[in-house]
């Protein structure tokens, strides 16, 4: 049975880091910013090729240094194929926040 990656605590532990990491004290445009971060989970649990997708530059590079962050905290458990053994694995990740002025 095939599994994949995930978080150690989960995705709502993750997701709370997001949050809790994520420096906005540069944006205060009143706008929802949004980005999608994909990376790949490697066959250890560490990340590699994370990349943002937004259409702010600023944003975009926030949200990899904050999966950089949190991702040399805790490690991820990686995918597995059907025969059990652990594989790279690609996972996206939406972020959006609004930032209030």
């Known amino acids: 049975m095939s599994a994949e990656a995930s978080f150690n605590g989960g995705i709502e532990s993750f997701r709370n880091k997001v949050m809790n990491t994520f420096d906005g004290s540069g944006f205060d445009s009143g706008d929802v910013m ?4 994909t990376f790949i989970v490697e066959i250890d649990g560490t990340i590699s090729g994370i990349k943002a997708n937004g259409a702010d ?7 990899i240094r904050t999966i ?11 995918g597995k194929n059907k025969q059990g053994e652990s594989v790279r694995s690609a996972f996206k990740f939406p972020i959006s926040m609004k ?3």
């Open 34 to 37: 949004k980005t999608t971060i």
């Open 57 to 63: 530059a600023d944003f975009n590079n926030e949200a």
């Open 68 to 78: 950089k962050t949190i991702s040399a905290k805790g490690k991820w458990t990686p």
């Open 99 to 101: 930032f209030d002025n």
